[in-house]
């Protein structure tokens, strides 16, 4: 299996606390990995380095096998590494439709923004622009909720939406930080069914997920942080019977 991500020796300080030590995995094509731990482990700081939100202290970071870690945030995009937010981060009085095309704005050069609203538009890349946009409602299952405003729809759905938002961007890899946040039973189930299809579709997923049992149906393989170390990598059979892990993190959970 070809690797979309591979995470070499990576670290990260703040001042004098070193979140992240060493780190190395890998996430191949149509992959999904879980990274789990404890709070405080380090599991956000891997994502921001890995999506360009924070530089990295030492360490290599490679993209369909280009090194990626000196790369701007905007432009890892473009080249195909998105990432979802903790916390939601969407314009309340745009529409589904319109949130979802500013995520595909990132991907084409022409006057970024300003063209959803119909400005400086090509005709080429308009098709393709709308079809990723389609293609990210379809997938998300938000179709018949396209045309309402972002700031009435549920927190679930506004979770599937930062999704959405990633996924027009036409991405190799999206980055999913604690996506089940909130949800409730049914919405995690939604939330699991669209992150298998996401996979199917050949789209990479590196999700951070304290439900465990979500972590579990998703992954492909888990690495598992502690203290911002690797202590563990594996299936989900193989992190749920391993020592160091119940030890550091699934003892508390169960
Ligand atoms: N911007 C920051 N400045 C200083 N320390 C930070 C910053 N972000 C995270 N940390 C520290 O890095 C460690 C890892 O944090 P984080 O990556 O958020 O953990 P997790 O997402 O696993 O809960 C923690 O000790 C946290 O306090
Ligand atoms: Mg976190």
Known sequence: MSEVLEVKGLSKSFGGVQAIR???FTVGHG?????????GS?????????????RVTSGEILLAGGHIQNVPEYERVELGLTRTFQTASLFADFTVREQVALGAE???????????FGFGRHAG??????????????????????????GTISSAEQRFLMIATALASNPKIILLDEPAAGMISHER???????KRVRDRGIS????????????????????????????EGTPLEIRENKAVIDAYLGETA
């Open 22 to 24: 060493d780190l190395s």
């Open 31 to 39: 992959e999904v990995v879980g990274l789990i731990g404890p709070n």
């Open 42 to 54: 380090g599991k956000s700081t891997t994502v921001n380095t890995l999506a360009g939100t924070l």
């Open 106 to 116: 990132s991907t084409r050069r022409s006057a970024p923004v300003l063209s959803i």
């Open 125 to 150: 890349e308009d098709e393709a622009v709308q079809s990723q946009v389609e293609d990210a409602l379809e997938l998300t299952g938000l179709l018949p909720i396209a045309e309402k405003q972002v």
């Open 189 to 195: 189930k939604t939330l699991t069914d669209m992150i």
């Open 205 to 232: 997923v590196l999700v951070i997920e304290h439900h465990m049992a979500l972590i579990m149906e998703v992954s492909d393989r888990i690495v598992v942080l502690n203290f911002g170390q690797k202590i563990a």
